[in-house]
């Protein structure tokens, strides 16, 4: 586990700062939801379609669209506090839907339509949260320290989820699993809205406010960027999915 720097500020120091315990609990409360997701979404969608190949499908589109089109969400909240509660409203909307569908039986085209839309909408938490770690600490050790303790923390929930989502969906069933995480995701970024304040983001003139404008993609070296993390992603994505449909007898698996 990374730690500051010797000599540098301390977690609990980062943690004093006015308002940053509220907005590191509900930042990880939110976060939760991310990490419990992966399986629920993938055991709800074969629950509901009968099918591995339709449920790897969807779970991997739902990341596409989600990573994509993540720094437009990012920059959209940035700007437009407003927005963060629509995409709250409307990605745990889209889940519990996929969830509703999963219980009943849907067709094919419907999960994966369903996890697609859901992939547009999930509200940013981690930019957020690095841009308010920058606002709140007043000091280069200040500001290492907190963006050490949101990396930390950011690992272990990802680290974490997956478990406790797998738990819960052998405890209860893929669907209802799938439903608590809108449930989680909700009440995070909802508590998370409530504590996150304003932006205080400067918009640059000139070339640099033609780049702003025109999102991540215009920056230099983002589409390279951007290749080696959908490289990485979906092959997490392939294992998780061959590893998950190997525990299932060929006979019970399309």
Known sequence: MSRPAPGGASYRAVLALPRARALFATATLARMSYGLLSLPLLLAVRDGTGSYAVAGTAAGLFGLASAVLGPYRSRLVEHRRAALPALTLLYGALLGCLAAGA???????????????????????????????????????????????????????????????????????????????AAVAVVGFTAFASVLGPSAAVHAPGAAGVRRRLGPPSAPGFGTLLLMVLGSGSALALAEVGVVAARVRPSQAR
């Open 103 to 181: 219980a009943l039986g849907m067709d094919a085209w419907l999960a994966v339509a369903l996890a697609v839309a859901a992939g547009i909408f999930p509200p940013p938490v981690g930019p957020l949260m690095r841009t308010r770690w920058s606002e709140l600490t007043g000091s280069q050790e200040q500001r290492q320290a907190a963006l050490s303790l949101d990396a930390v923390t950011e690992s272990t929930v990802f680290a974490a989820g997956p478990v406790l989502g797998g738990l819960l969906t052998a405890a209860t069933s893929a669907p209802l699993a799938l439903a608590a995480t």
